[in-house]
């Protein structure tokens, strides 16, 4: 069927690339690259991520499955790598796909909210050099919402059209 043609696939570090020169294209030159690359990760990650998960945490569907899971569940306050979820969570959600989400949702209240979490996270990390990543995540989640916000609006905005290689193209 498809006779000479390649099958469009973007793997792990691809999806990582993708989303790592946006957020370059549509940062100031001077952003910090471990938060870059951080960003990047996480919009990478949930990219690849079904909301239907059975291996790894769930894509959030809103920001409601954000509140059920992290704000009324008190039990996982103290678990860094669950809190860090529910920020990144937080981000993808407020940030990325913040124009779907304003209608239903107060975005400021869960920017506070995930920057919370991530402040969370960084207390109860038991690496230094991550839990600083994340203390400053915490404390920029407003600056990196909004990059976020902005690359999804460019990527809404560019006219993409994706054309198989045909034979006559080699």
């Known amino acids: 069927m498809f006779q000479g043609r390649e099958l469009l696939a973007a793997d792990r ?12 294209d549509v940062s100031e030159p001077t952003v910090d690259p471990g938060e870059l690359l951080y960003n990047a990760s996480v919009l990478a990650h949930y990219a690849q991520t079904s909301t239907h998960d059975d291996f790894d945490w769930p894509a959030p569907v809103n920001l409601s499955t ?42 400021g209240w869960y920017a506070t909210v995930g920057a919370s979490f991530f402040n969370r996270a960084a207390a109860h990390e038991r690496s230094k050099r991550k839990a600083r990543l994340l203390d400053t995540i915490s404390r920029r989640f407003e ?6 916000a902005r690359l999804s609006r460019e990527l809404r905005d560019q006219p993409y059209v994706i054309r198989p290689k045909l034979p006559t193209d080699e």
């Open 143 to 148: 600056h990196w919402r909004q990059t976020h």
């Open 66 to 107: 954000v509140f059920d899971h992290f704000v009324l569940d008190q039990s996982l306050l103290h678990d860094s790598h669950m809190m860090e979820t529910a920020g990144a969570q937080c981000l993808l959600l407020a940030g990325f796909f913040e124009d779907q989400m304003r209608q239903r949702y107060n975005i």
């Open 13 to 24: 570090s691809k999806t990582l690339e993708f989303f790592l020169l946006g957020l370059q």
